[in-house]
């Protein structure tokens, strides 16, 4: 039970304030609270307490979340070209781990690369965090449609990898096709249960916790130490519930740990010169997201709301010259790249959510969606026209699909299921935050000016032509009239011919990001790595005591970022624990015995 808060917040001074209660805080937090300390811990929220938010979050799963405003809000992203793209947030308790679903661990060479420390370290802490989520075995409870999914990769080449630490997968780094499998957070009521917000006690006796209030500010002070000159003293924040905007001091020796995710680095601009080497607000990305073609389950193979997102991964590896000779000459440049497959499988008007939403990117033109990003109380109203049309035509579909089924001479109340695939990775040039408008400038399909490659183009061609024979391979394909009109206002690829003309016109008219934004003040450049001094990990360049720990600390995660995101938390609050008793370590070296000894 959250307490209830009894105080005026600006009376008190706090020996630590975390800003967000995101994935990042909710790792940070489940490690703190570990060393039971004695401090006074505020958390202070932008977003609804989860009381409210989890009725949202549980209604038709996470796909409803999506639809709804008030927890889901889009990011004013552009590219260099103006061309606005589609990408988004969480505002609520738990941040991202009150809306995500799939779950997949860096691999932990990446996790020693990008923040420090050696990969056996990240192994341990993988092990220390992951059976904090409870998650079952996912192997155990497969449907019907994700042994489709899987039957269907591996009879093309994929093969399926058991690398998972209290069944949640890690990302080898193995040049192969792979398959993951992950666990899902749903219990057997369909209750999102186990995410970031179980694993935190909220209860815990100095916390406080205040929600539906923004920081909008840090307030610092000039500090006579040439290495840190400045030291936070106090957060401005506004009570969005009475508008009434007011300073939350720190106490002398207070810590200020952000959480805020992409709020994180805007916070800390103001002050870029002095803060982060100059370093803060760059090496910002995030998934490029291209929706795939929609397929009608196999016959026999029935849909339960539980696929849809089936809990597999497809991940395969783009190399420059990696698809042949004839390709070599032309790609002979370009970084090696994963991507992955995520599956989406259900009855059509509950994956309409998605397309209310998400995939409003796919329906606005761009002058209309520059508009939407800008003004938030635009894109509510536009989703939810767009919500309401989709379910008219939902309407008509179902009366068609009725009257087919009862020609057909089958159950005329069936509902027309689908199972769909997107392909997502990360964008060869990351972009940054600007100072205008809030604006974020993302390098989709940015071309190299001299020789005109383009990687993301390339990337996306290649591997989409690569896989089309096992997307294909996912159900029946739609009818011809229906694959006609899917073509002609979205051109989504069934043959390996209709490839390039797609994603040429995704790349000018449909982008679409995984809501994956990380980076921004990066370890290293930012942040220090606090290999010398534990103590320091996290903490920005420039500053006494503000410490990141969030997913804006890492460049983007080759994989879908939110373990990541707990690990970050985690890993920061683990080095400022110094040798505090760590009863989680214990269990985890016991699992791990028995993880190893089982492999
Ligand atoms: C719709 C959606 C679906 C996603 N699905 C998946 C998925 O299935 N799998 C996956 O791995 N990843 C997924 N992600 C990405 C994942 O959620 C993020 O990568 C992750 O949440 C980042 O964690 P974070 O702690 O950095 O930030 P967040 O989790 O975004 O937390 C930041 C928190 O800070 C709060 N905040 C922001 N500004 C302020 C402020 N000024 N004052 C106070 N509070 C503030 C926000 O409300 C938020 O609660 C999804 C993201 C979205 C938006």
Redesign the pocket.
């Known amino acids: 039970m959250v307490k209830k808060q009894q105080h005026k917040l600006q009376d008190v001074e706090y020996d630590l304030i975390v800003?967000?209660?995101?994935?990042?805080?909710?790792?940070f937090l489940s490690r703190y609270l570990d060393s039971e300390p004695k401090e006074q811990i505020l958390v202070?929220?932008?977003?609804q307490n989860f009381f409210f938010s989890s009725d949202i979050a549980h209604q038709y799963n996470?796909l409803k979340?999506?639809s709804e405003g008030k927890i889901?809000k889009l990011h004013n992203a552009l590219t260099p070209e103006n061309i606005p793209i589609i990408s988004?947030?969480?505002?609520?308790?738990?941040?991202?781990?009150?809306?995500?679903?799939?779950?997949?661990h860096e691999s932990s060479q990446w996790l020693a690369d990008h923040i420090g420390q050696s990969p056996e370290y990240w192994d341990e802490l993988k092990a220390g965090l992951n059976p904090r989520f409870e998650r079952p075995d996912p192997a155990d409870d497969l449907s019907p449609i994700a042994k489709s999914v899987l039957k269907a990769a591996e009879n093309k080449g994929f093969r399926l990898v058991a690398d998972a630490i209290a069944n949640i997968p890690n990302q080898p780094d193995l040049d192969a096709d792979l398959l993951h499998i992950f666990p899902t957070l749903f219990n057997e009521f369909g209750q999102r249960t186990h995410s970031?917000v179980s694993i935190v006690d909220w209860a815990y006796p100095t916390l406080t916790l205040k929600t539906r209030?923004?920081?909008?500010q840090l307030k610092f002070t000039e500090v006579d130490n040439q290495d840190c000159p400045l030291r936070c003293v106090a957060v401005h924040?506004k009570d969005l519930e009475t508008n009434e905007a007011y300073d939350i001091p720190l106490k002398e020796n207070g810590k200020l740990v952000l959480?805020?995710?992409?709020?994180?680095p805007?916070?800390l601009m103001p002050y870029g010169d002095k803060l982060g080497k100059g370093s803060i607000s760059q090496q910002v990305n995030d998934h490029i997201l291209l929706p795939l073609g929609l397929y009608l389950p196999k016959k026999g193979i029935r849909t339960s709301p539980k696929d849809n997102?089936v809990p597999i991964f497809a991940t395969s590896f783009w190399r420059p010259g990696s698809e042949g000779q004839k390709d070599k000459e032309q790609t002979p440049q370009g970084s090696e790249t994963l991507i992955t497959f995520d599956f989406f499988a259900g009855e059509f008007d509950r994956l309409l959510f998605l397309v209310s939403h998400?995939f409003l990117a796919l329906l606005l033109p761009n002058w209309l969606k520059r508009f939407v990003i800008k003004w938030p109380w635009l894109f509510v109203v536009v989703k939810n026209v767009v919500r309401l049309l989709i379910q008219l035509v939902n309407f008509i579909i179902g009366i068609f699909w009725g009257i087919g089924n009862w020609l057909r001479r089958e159950p005329w109340h069936d509902e027309l299921e689908l199972i769909t695939a997107i392909i997502k990775f990360k964008p060869a040039v990351s972009g940054q935050y600007e100072d205008n408008h809030k604006r974020i400038t993302l390098n989709f399909f940015a071309e190299v000016e001299e020789t005109g490659f383009n990687q993301d183009k390339t990337v996306a061609q290649q591997m989409i032509k690569k896989h089309i024979d096992f997307l294909n391979d996912l159900g029946e394909k739609p009818h011809v009239w229906v694959r006609f009109l899917l073509r002609l206002l979205l051109r989504l690829p069934y043959e390996k011919d209709q490839v390039d003309a797609y994603v040429k016109t995704y790349s000018k008219k449909f982008l679409l990001t995984?809501?994956?934004?990380?980076g921004g003040c990066l370890y290293g450049a930012a942040l220090d790595k606090g290999l010398s001094h534990p103590q320091n990990t996290g903490k920005v360049f420039g500053a006494a005591n503000v410490h990141i720990?969030?997913?804006?600390s890492v460049p983007l995660p080759r994989?879908?970022?939110?373990?990541?995101?707990?690990l970050?938390?985690f890993h920061v609050a683990h080095r400022l624990c110094g040798d505090k008793m760590k009863p989680w370590n214990r269990k985890a070296r016991i699992f791990k015995s028995i993880f190893s000894s089982v492999c």
């Not at 800003?19 to 790792?27: P, Y």
């Not at 988004?88 to 997949?104: D, K, L, P, Q, V």
């Not at 209030?213 to 909008?216: N, S």
């Open positions: 800003v967000g209660s995101g994935n990042g805080a909710c790792g202070i929220e932008e977003g996470w979340s999506f889901f988004g947030r969480a505002c609520t308790m738990g941040g991202g781990g009150s809306i995500n679903y799939t779950m997949i970031g209030c923004r920081v909008e924040v959480c805020a995710g992409a709020a994180t805007r916070l997102y998400l995984e809501q994956h934004l990380a720990a969030d997913l804006s994989v879908s970022p939110q373990m990541t995101a707990y970050v938390g």
